[in-house]
Nanobody
Framework: EVQLVESGGGLVQPGGSLRLSCVGSEFAFSEYAMSWFRQAPGKGLERVSAISPRGVSSTYADSVKDRFTISRDNAKSTLYLEMNNLKPEDTAKYYC???????????????RGQGTQVTVSS
């Protein structure tokens, strides 16, 4: 069974940083596009960032551009999200997700992890 397990969330002050990790198992991690989504209380799911299988290309939501960086280590089957200059509006549950192929322009992901909570507050 394909599994994605996120970690690294927590409570951080505005302006602080966090690094999220997502370990994938039971699939050929290096062959699939991956992404990070988030969902704030009372709001819909928002795609934060996505990355191609080899990490050559990536995309970001305007709300996180120049603050967040997505990366992956295929040898470790791990996806990362480096988050800097965090703002209260970044507070959400963050999920990593796998796309069904090599394109992150696919209509939908096919697997999502359980998520990790990020809270930005003073």
């Amino acid at each position: 069974e394909v599994q994605l397990v996120e970690s690294g969330g927590g409570l951080v002050q505005p302006g602080g940083s966090l690094r999220l990790s997502c370990v994938g198992s039971e699939f050929a991690f290096s062959e699939y596009a991956m992404s990070w989504f988030r969902q704030a209380p009372g709001k819909g799911l928002e795609r934060v960032s996505a990355i191609s299988p080899r990490g050559v290309s990536s995309t970001y939501a305007d709300s996180v551009k120049d603050r967040f960086t997505i990366s992956r280590d295929n040898a470790k089957s791990t996806l990362y999200l480096e988050m800097n200059n965090l703002k209260p509006e970044d507070t959400a549950k963050y999920y990593c997700a796998k796309y069904p192929g090599a394109s992150y322009n696919a209509l939908a992901y096919d697997t999502r992890g359980q998520g990790t909570q990020v809270t930005v507050s003073s």
